[in-house]
């Protein structure tokens, strides 16, 4: 639960959603899961721990969103990202 004294980071306002997605590079595609998505990032659950490199590409097919990104933070199998 977030306190009042909580402070946010994000630049935009993230919103909640359940979508399935893809992590493009190198010419894999991994598969996520995306849990919140705003016009500047989004967060997504990975099935596994991988290691990402510098710069991939988001691709949620439902939505028609394909946005170059760059990870800026990771717990277990959760990864932020930034759209460049």
């Known amino acids: 639960m977030m306190s009042e004294n909580t402070i946010?980071?994000?630049?935009?306002r993230r919103h909640r959603v359940l979508k399935g997605g893809t992590i493009a590079f190198d010419?894999?595609?991994?598969?996520?899961?995306?849990r919140n998505l705003s016009s500047k990032g989004a967060a997504f659950d990975l099935a596994s721990s991988i290691r990402l490199p510098p710069s991939f590409v988001l691709v949620i097919e439902a939505d028609q969103l394909i946005r170059?990104?760059?990870?800026?933070?990771s717990s277990d199998?959760?990864?932020g990202v930034a759209f460049d």
Do not use: D
Not at 8 to 12: V, Y
Not at 27 to 34: D, E, H, L, Q, S
Not at 68 to 73: A, G, S, V, Y
């Open 8 to 12: 946010e980071k994000r630049a935009a």
């Open 27 to 34: 010419g894999n595609g991994v598969p996520c899961t995306v």
């Open 68 to 73: 170059r990104c760059h990870p800026i933070w």
């Open 77 to 79: 199998k959760r990864v």
